[in-house]
T-cell receptor
């Protein structure tokens, strides 16, 4: 089972709304990632969690707030977003975040977010 | 920062033929990993093949193989016997530690 599940698949929100994206994996992976992908562009790394601790924050605005409640679950809390934040948000997980050959990232299908 | 360059925004191949997608990268490190991911319209990024930089032997996965030239920092993907299901966006990626960088992608069209 190499499944990373993201919910919801689609989300439309206003600029004053608060919403959350959810990502779940049951592969026993200890590293989880959030990426942002604009249309016709490659994914860009936002956050990395390793053993439930934030290890990388790629200068993401504070209106994006990640949370890792346990090793299987990763959330991305959204508040006061801008229309330019509309994108596909991808979650990924890997066994760990070391330089090991086993550190393959498995991706979810993403949440398509539209900010009005 | 490491950069990954895919110089072919779009490629087209006839079904059952072979196509090669190009990728170059820039790094001063000697220990890293390279990947090709496929993203079909379903949006999910699917790992196609990976290469450890310390291995000289080119990776192969069924119809997919790579030509890894470490000195030239080149990592091309060859798809043999192309199938309609191979149509997708293909991203080359460089990873060191938990930091992964993607190229801009190549859209592959497969003609029946």
């Amino acid at each position: 089972d190499t499944e990373v599940t993201q919910t919801p698949k689609h989300l439309v929100m206003g600029m004053t709304n608060k919403k959350s994206l959810k990502c779940e994996q049951h592969m026993g992976h200890r590293a989880m990632y959030w990426y942002k992908q604009k249309a016709k562009k490659p994914p860009e790394l936002m956050f990395v969690y390793s053993y439930e601790k934030l290890s990388i924050n790629e200068s993401v605005p504070s209106r994006f707030s990640p949370e890792c409640p346990n090793s299987s679950l990763l959330n991305l809390h959204l508040h006061a977003l801008q229309p330019e934040d509309s994108a596909l948000y991808l979650c990924a997980s890997s066994q760990d975040n070391s330089g090991s050959a086993k550190n393959i990232q498995y991706f979810g299908a993403g949440t398509r977010l539209s900010v009005l | 920062a490491q950069t990954v360059t895919q110089s072919q925004p779009e490629m087209s191949v006839q079904e059952a033929e072979t196509v090669t997608l190009s990728c170059t990268y820039d790094t001063s490190e000697s220990d890293y990993y390279l990947f090709w991911y496929k993203q079909p319209p379903s949006r999910q990024m699917i790992l196609v093949i990976r290469q450890e930089a310390y291995k000289q032997q080119n990776a192969t996965e069924n119809r997919f193989s790579v030509n890894f030239q470490k000195a030239a920092k080149s990592f091309s993907l060859k798809i043999s016997d192309s199938q309609l299901g191979d149509a997708a966006m293909y991203f080359c990626a460089y990873r060191r530690g938990d930091d992964m960088r993607f190229g801009a992608g190549t859209r592959l069209t497969v003609k029946p």
